[in-house]
């Protein structure tokens, strides 16, 4: 399928690596143009090398306001048609192994910043007629995850946020979704992994097979793969689909609206 992304503008956030880096890669593929943006600036332009005439590349921490704040005009400068906010979790662990600083730090890396732009470019997007927001957060947002307390608080509540704008802007061509990846070989993944070892005081590798034994199709997922729905979600194909959550979790979710 041509996803006619040629004459298209994304803004992707957490490009360095894992699902960002996998959803700029297929989206330049297909024609489209990226601004990507990570704290590393060496690191996107090193992955994005062969592509550097369709991206612009912006190195900066998404927590921190000054930066967000410059983003942010840039977006107001610029003919965005969508964008992937997307960013690695906050620190593994239950309730009562948090303290009120992590749960501050993580409403921080997890919510606030995303909300703050998705507000600065859906106007945009509305005036312009077109437009498609994308969230990647985690399957925790439909089934809690052990020892992820601070992922399962503020990823549900990006997903809240984001039902309700894509209601907003729905009649105006603007789609809002989430993905809800479960397990896929990323630089995130380690984290849960080495945390299962802990908590069940078994070796890295039984964690690891552990993992991969979990999830119905018997591996884990590819950044590759979640990155051609993302695709799909950002293209004009995608037009009646908008205010959804959908998984990318090879059948990990139990329950019947997995």
């Known amino acids: ?113 995303k909300i703050e732009l998705a507000l600065a470019l859906a106007p945009k997007l509305v005036d312009n007629g077109y437009g498609r927001i ?39 061509g603007v789609t809002v979704n989430v993905i809800a990846p479960g397990a896929h070989q990323t630089p995130a993944i380690e984290r849960v992994i080495q945390k299962k070892s802990e908590t069940a005081g078994i070796s890295y590798d039984e964690a690891r097979k552990l993992t991969e034994k979990a999830v119905p199709v018997g591996r884990m997922g590819q950044a590759e793969e979640l990155a051609s729905l993302a695709a799909w979600l950002l293209s004009e194909e995608s037009g009646y689909v908008t205010g959804q959550t959908i998984s990318h979790d090879g059948g990990a979710i139990s329950g019947l609206f997995g």
């Not at 399928?1 to 700029?24: K, P, Q, V, Y």
């Not at 927590?63 to 960013?87: C, D, P």
């Not at 985690?138 to 997903?159: D, M, T």
């Open 1 to 113: 399928m041509n996803l006619n992304l040629n004459d298209r503008h994304f803004l992707i956030t957490g490009a360095s690596s894992g699902f960002g880096a996998a959803i700029a890669r297929t989206l330049l593929d297909e024609g489209a143009a990226c601004t990507v943006v990570a704290r590393r600036e060496a690191e996107l332009k090193n992955i994005f090398s062969d592509a550097a005439e369709r991206v612009d590349f912006i190195a900066g921490d998404l927590t921190e306001q000054e930066f967000l704040q410059s983003l942010i005009s840039h977006i107001q400068n610029s003919s965005f048609t969508g964008a992937v906010l997307n960013a690695g979790g906050p620190p593994t662990g239950t309730p009562l192994e948090t303290d009120i600083a992590q749960w501050d730090d993580a409403y921080r890396l997890v919510m606030r910043w």
């Open 134 to 172: 994308l969230f990647v957060e985690s399957k925790s947002v439909k089934q809690p995850l052990p020892a992820l307390v601070l992922s399962n608080s503020f990823r549900a509540g990006v997903v809240g946020f984001a039902k309700s704008l894509a209601l907003e802007v729905a009649r105006n």
